[in-house]
């Protein structure tokens, strides 16, 4: 808002008189005020000025035209001529021009100095910045309260449909669902421009706020946006913190670094009661896991100020849910998924088999992990093999050690361009049949033999020899688990 050209010429106390017609449109509003008696203020000017001028400077017809034309066309919001001091009165050539430029001209009388005229339009502008700046923060106030007093997300929309005057508001996630409306009756999205500000946490878009009509309040919507930004941040830190409270009671149940009758009592405080059979899921994530910790998976719950309905534990890059007895182990694994997509469109989730006991638990999830490991998707587990029970083992350094054990091929390859470890794969994948082994890869008998000789020469392991195979195949199988080590 501004002061408009007819609240000046209103003013008693300056004793402006307008002279022409457009100074009755309260549409023309004075940003500011410049003083100037310059041959050309045009280039001093930004529009939207009430522009004060003696006309000192003497100009004859045609100068006047010109300036006046230019004055209108910026536009400034008003020309003020001050009379008394050069001229008597305003220039005949003065008003017929500003008449027909469409320029709002006032006089002003000697007795009335300009610096007054400056000085109240000042105090205007700041008078009403300042009920601008108390509306808002009393705005800001309201939904603050109205968010933090148990009413929520639907109180903080119901108060934002009163002040802003925009048509139904609701909050949608990414996917376009709607968390939550008000009027509770309204259709969304409806016809119309509306506006949608995002909701963030760390920087990143979690949600949009959204109004059915534009609206000239952007302020309180970016500051409705803030503290519901701020509200899921705080939500999230405390489901987090459970969760990763679980996670490390799993962690220990899974490294049995607590007895089970111990593992057992204190999975009941978790609403973990582990005789019963229950199934494992297990998500995985590719990508910075601080990410499943600091932001939302879904947004419904944390605005309802809601837990997890499922056990859910947060150990490393993955995410674990205990499903109980009578709970759908696979649509829980589908939700979950649903969730993660939005951090990993590769989210890999594996569903172990339902099981009872605390021995049960440590089996589901190893089971699970092994079907995640299968890849983007839901997978039902396999039967669990060895190698993936002892690959899922989180104390042993599997991985590193296949590693370290394929490390000379992996080198030989590189320099070399050459299919060692290709050729290692698929010797032991063909149970070790040179003939096989050799049609599969379209490969001479002798050059196959070179290559076995050259595996064994660079790993120091016999080929012939059974435990020395089982090394090469349960290294293989952990460089396979772990695309990142290839």
Same mark, same amino acid.
């Given at each position: 808002? =501004? ?63 010109? %300036? ?37 001209? /006032? ?33 800001? &106030? ?35 669902? /709607? ?80 007895? &089970? ?6 999975? =009941? ?33 944390? %605005? ?53 006991? /605390? ?126 080590? &290839?």
């Amino acid at each position: 808002m =501004a002061v408009s050209v007819p609240d000046l010429v209103a003013q008693p106390a300056l004793r402006l008189t307008a002279l022409t017609s457009h100074c009755a449109d309260p549409e023309r509003r004075i940003r500011w005020v410049s003083t100037t008696e310059l041959p050309d203020p045009l280039p001093f000017l930004r529009g939207g000025e009430l522009v004060m001028t003696t006309g000192l400077l003497e100009r004859d017809e045609e100068e006047w035209i010109g %300036l006046l034309g230019r004055l209108a066309e910026l536009p400034v919001a008003a020309l003020c001529v001050g009379t008394g001091l050069v001229h008597e009165a305003v220039p005949e050539v003065v008003v017929e021009t500003a008449e027909r430029a469409g320029l709002a001209l /006032v006089r002003s009388p000697v007795e009335v100095p300009f610096a007054q005229i400056s000085h109240w339009v000042a105090e205007q502008t700041f008078a009403e910045q300042y009920d601008a700046v108390r509306a808002a923060a009393a705005v800001q &106030d309201e939904l603050m309260r109205e968010l933090l007093s148990g009413h929520g997300l639907r109180g903080l929309l119901r108060r934002l449909y009163r002040q802003l005057g925009a048509g139904p508001v609701a909050v949608v996630e990414p996917d376009g669902s /709607v968390l939550a409306r008000h009027p509770a009756s309204a259709a969304w999205p409806g016809e119309g421009p509306g506006t949608a500000v995002p909701i963030e946490v760390d920087g990143v878009p979690v949600a949009l706020l959204c109004t059915r009509r534009a609206t000239p309040r952007s302020d309180v919507l970016s500051f409705a946006t803030s503290i519901l930004g701020l509200e899921v941040a705080r939500h999230q830190a405390v489901l987090t913190g459970r969760r990763e409270l679980l996670g490390q009671l799993l962690e220990d149940v899974l490294h049995r670094t607590i007895p &089970d009758a111990d593992a057992r009592r204190r999975l =009941a405080a978790h609403h973990l009661a582990v005789d019963g059979p229950h199934a494992v899921v297990v998500a995985r994530v590719d990508g910075d896991p601080a990410r499943l910790r600091s932001l939302p998976w879904t947004l419904g719950p944390l %605005l309802e100020r809601e837990g997890d309905r499922l056990p859910t534990a947060l150990i490393d890059d993955t995410v674990t849910v205990v499903v109980p007895d009578g709970a759908d182990a696979e649509a829980a694994a589908r939700t979950v998924a649903g969730h993660l997509i939005l951090l990993d469109p590769k989210v890999r989730v594996g569903v172990g088999e339902p099981r009872r006991g /605390v021995s049960g638990l440590r089996l589901g999830y190893f089971e699970a992990r092994q079907a995640a490991g299968t890849g983007p998707g839901v997978h039902r587990a396999a039967p669990l093999s060895l190698a993936g029970l002892l690959l899922g083992n989180l104390d042993l350094p599997l991985r590193e050690l296949g590693t370290g054990v394929l490390a000379p091929l992996l080198r030989h390859d590189e320099a070399q361009h050459a299919d060692l470890l290709t050729t290692l794969r698929t010797y032991l994948a063909h149970d070790c049949a040179s003939a096989a082994t050799a049609a599969a890869l379209t490969l001479h008998r002798n050059s196959l033999r070179y290559r076995l000789q050259l595996i064994e020469q660079l790993t120091g392991r016999d080929l012939d020899r059974l435990t020395d195979r089982l090394e090469l195949w349960l290294a293989l199988t952990a460089l396979d688990a772990d695309p990142a080590a &290839d």
